[in-house]
Antibody, heavy 121, light 110 residues
């Protein structure tokens, strides 16, 4: 079964850091681009970051650029999101999502259930 | 990058067809064919229903179709069914090498 499972969410104070992980299974992980997408409580979807199949290209939404870093370890079938200088507005459910091809900009055809990040003092 | 513009809500009766619009600019929807649509039921993860403007992934009903004209993409659902009641989001690649979602449309099946 093709599956993505996120972990690493939690409650963190403003200015703090958190590292999210996404474990992939059931498909050849290094053949696909990946993205992180978040959804604040009661709000819509917001694309956060994307990475190509080999990690050679990484891109970020303006709202997180310079604070978040996306990476992947193809040997471990895992995707990561390092989040620094967290703000209250980063509070959301964070999904990892697989692109339907090698590059991050294709449609996202497999989604995890998400991990919750709460930034609060 | 501003969010793409979608109507907040649409509704239709079972069996009818509805269309959801997604308006952007020449820097996103109008400039590229990397427009996708997602269906999200409450408490669930989003599901890809249309990619690259008009392509359906395997397993998605042919009642769902996508198109684009200028800076506006559209999702049409024909033969509405109760199970189609959900939130729908469009998404586009942008000239800034990012992606942008629409604000989402709540579909109510009357």
């Amino acid at each position: 079964e093709v599956q993505l499972v996120e972990s690493g969410g939690g409650v963190v104070r403003p200015g703090g850091s958190l590292r999210l992980s996404c474990a992939a299974s059931g498909f050849t992980f290094d053949g696909y681009g990946m993205s992180w997408v978040r959804q604040a409580p009661g709000k819509g979807l917001e694309w956060v970051s994307g990475i190509n199949w080999n990690g050679g290209s990484t891109v970020y939404a303006v709202s997180v650029k310079g604070r978040f870093t996306i990476s992947r370890d193809n040997a471990k079938n895992s995707l990561y999101l390092q989040m620094n200088s967290l703000r209250a507005e980063d509070t959301a459910l964070y999904h990892c999502a697989r692109s339907s091809g090698s590059y991050w900009y294709y449609g996202m055809d497999v989604w995890g259930q998400g991990t919750t990040v709460t930034v609060s003092s | 990058q501003s969010a793409l513009t979608q109507p907040a809500s649409v509704s239709g009766s079972p069996g009818q067809s509805i269309t959801i619009s997604c308006t952007g600019t020449s820097s996103d929807v109008g400039g590229y064919n990397y427009v996708s649509w997602y269906q999200q039921h409450p408490g669930k993860a989003p599901r890809l229903i249309i990619y690259e403007v008009s392509n359906r992934p395997s397993g998605v009903s042919n009642r769902f179709s996508g198109s684009k004209s200028g800076n506006t993409a559209s999702l049409t659902i024909s033969g509405l069914q109760a199970e189609d009641e959900a939130d729908y989001y469009c998404c586009s690649y942008t000239s800034s090498s990012t992606k942008v979602f629409g604000g989402g449309t709540k579909l109510t099946v009357l």
